[in-house]
């Protein structure tokens, strides 16, 4: 059993949880990811939500630099049955857990067919336990990155004003779409400029995947500007909503997530029988 400290009114009378299970991806990387997914999962813990991050960048994992924090095991611990899920499980100074991923591995870490059920095994115990279960993945349209995208409930595709982030989120929604009949996608536009250059590129990325894919939905979540203070934090170690909390990214930030619980909200009112992600994959073969 993993232990949160429940501050939330939803957290503290609900009896039967159903998560709310979101990849944070994009087709390049170095755009943001982690820094989000961190510190999303941070504005979670405060409001009491219990959470999970996964960090899924396997090989390349650094939600722990982030957090200048050292977890003794990661997930390779957990797929080779050394360590149960409690152990692996990191409990963070900001009220929510990480699964970690193998540090110093430099190549990536690609997970057997095998290992892709023994981790849903593993982590089913947590179905009613999490409020949100937060995947933050590698980039590109590798085995790992397009797994955990097509085993989440939705996925926010993270990508910036340049030319080549969007050329390559294009790429991984192409993938997803054709390949893995993923259609509905978030986006968040980070280190922008101002909110007319996040549509512009908003728009773009639309009109391509209007034009050249099918069905595809692309929902705007927000845009987080260029902020130093995101630099200042890593270089801290520390989540930039809790060392700056005024600062234009962590209102940004914030704006997210007030989107992103009412979703919540909507969806519980929909998918009320959806139970945990990876069970999705097995029934569908
Ligand atoms: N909104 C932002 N403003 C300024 N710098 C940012 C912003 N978001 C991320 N960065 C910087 O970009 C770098 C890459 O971020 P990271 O979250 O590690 O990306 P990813 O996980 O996509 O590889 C970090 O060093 C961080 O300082
Ligand atoms: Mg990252």
């Known amino acids: 059993m993993i232990y949160f400290e429940p501050k939330g009114e939803e957290t503290s009378s609900a009896t039967t949880k159903i998560p709310f299970v979101v990849s944070i991806t994009s087709g390049k ?3 943001g990811k982690t820094n989000i997914s961190t510190n999303l999962a941070c504005l979670l813990g405060e409001k009491g939500y219990n959470t999970l991050l996964l960090d899924a960048d396997l090989g390349l994992g650094n939600v722990d630099v982030l957090l200048g924090i050292t977890p003794k095991f990661n997930v390779l611990h957990l797929l080779s049955n050394e360590i149960s899920l ?3 499980l990191f409990k963070t100074d900001h009220n929510f857990s990480i699964l970690p991923a193998p540090s110093g591995v430099m190549e990536l870490v690609s997970l057997t067919p095998g290992q892709k059920l023994e981790f849903l095994d593993a982590l089913d115990p947590l179905d009613s336990e999490l409020d949100f279960f937060i995947v ?3 980039a590109g349209i590798n085995d790992n990155v397009l797994y955990f995208n097509m085993a989440t409930q939705y996925r926010i595709i993270v990508l910036t004003p340049e030319p080549t982030s969007l050329t390559d989120s294009y790429a991984l929604i192409k993938v997803l779409n054709q390949h893995h009949g993923v259609n509905d996608f978030f986006i968040i536009i980070n280190m922008c400029a101002h909110e007319n250059q996040a549509k512009e590129v908003f728009k773009r990325l639309y009109l391509a995947c209007d034009r050249f894919l099918k069905g595809v939905s ?3 979540l927000g845009f987080i500007p260029k902020d130093n203070k995101v630099v200042e934090a890593v270089k801290l170690q520390s989540p930039f909503c809790k060392k700056f909390p005024n600062c ?3 209102l940004a930030l914030n704006r997210i997530l007030d989107k992103l619980l009412t979703l919540k909200d909507i ?3 929909i998918d ?3 139970k945990f992600f990876w069970k999705k994959l097995l029934l569908q073969g």
């Open 29 to 31: 990387g170095g755009v």
């Open 218 to 220: 692309l929902n705007f």
């Open 267 to 269: 969806k519980k009112q």
């Open 272 to 274: 009320g029988n959806i």
């Open 136 to 138: 933050d993945t590698g």
């Open 248 to 250: 234009g990214a962590s």
């Open 86 to 88: 409690d152990k692996v």
